[in-house]
């Protein structure tokens, strides 16, 4: 099994919806039916745009009222849960993703019973973070590897400026020191990567469409990257949420190919 292979089933396994689902809260349906004005003012002081509603026996959720529906108790301002609104507490996050590009929220079913709501807000939480921090790791090794067996004998470095090779020495000096010593290719930094990835003929062809697309895609990859490790409140900052979910699919795509011309 590759490496993609395994970090997906890793994530697939751990990192999951309900490691970011937020509780749902919940009233009964006579609460509604006789006390929609206070529902509707809770709502708007705790700023809930939805709240589930359950019966009155078994206090299950069977549906939800959004904040911007409810003028009465009417039957009208009641909207019943579709499925493709509904998603495991046991989805992975990869996979749960991309719903946000034509969703404002998903519900979350623990075994048989919708308990809690996933928000785009929470696609700002650790795991999320986790998992695409773990993708771009991937992928910085990924770009390792194909310059060792694209450029033969350290050419790499005559593709370098001497203040870029020169900061990567130092690293290594520094790590060689505390007797942690690798490669300097792997102290090079990841926009340097990059633009070795993309300089090399051979290898921009196969990953990129073009060498417009190859700058753009890893330009984006590298402010990804630093918004995750200067922990920026928003992963991703410069970019709306469709491109920063697609952006994220454009890295796993990219992966792939890495693996393919790896094997």
Aim: with cysteine.
């Amino acid at each position: 099994m590759s490496t993609i292979e395994d970090l997906t089933r890793l994530f697939e396994e751990t990192l999951t919806a309900k490691y970011i689902a937020e509780r749902l809260e919940t009233r009964t349906l006579d609460q509604l039916k006789y006390n929609a004005n206070n529902i509707s003012r809770y709502m708007e002081d705790n700023n809930y745009d939805v709240i589930g509603l359950t019966d009155d026996d078994k206090k299950i959720t069977i549906c939800y009222l959004d904040r911007k529906d409810i003028t009465s108790g009417s039957d009208h301002a009641i909207r019943s849960f579709e499925p493709l609104d509904i998603v495991s507490d046991t989805a992975p996050l990869r996979s749960v993703m991309p719903l946000f590009r034509e969703k404002e929220r998903v519900f979350v079913l623990e075994n048989t019973v919708i308990r809690s709501i996933i928000t785009k807000a929470d696609l700002q939480k650790q795991p999320i973070r986790i998992f695409i921090f773990g993708l771009i790791s991937l992928l910085e090794m990924h770009f390792v590897s194909l310059v060792e067996k694209y450029y033969a004998d350290g050419s790499w470095k005559k593709q370098l400026s001497k203040d870029r090779l020169d900061q990567a020495e130092e690293v290594f000096n520094h790590r060689k020191e505390r007797n942690q010593e690798i490669s300097l290719l792997n102290c090079i930094q990841f926009c340097d990567r990059g633009s070795l990835i993309r300089k090399c003929t051979k290898l921009s062809q196969k990953l990129f469409d073009s060498n417009t697309n190859a700058r753009r895609l890893l330009s984006r990859i590298t402010k990804l990257r630093n918004n995750l490790a200067h922990a920026h409140e928003d992963i991703f900052l410069g970019l709306d949420l469709n491109e920063g979910i697609q952006l994220v699919q454009d890295i796993e795509a990219l992966l792939v190919k890495c693996e393919e011309l790896l094997e």
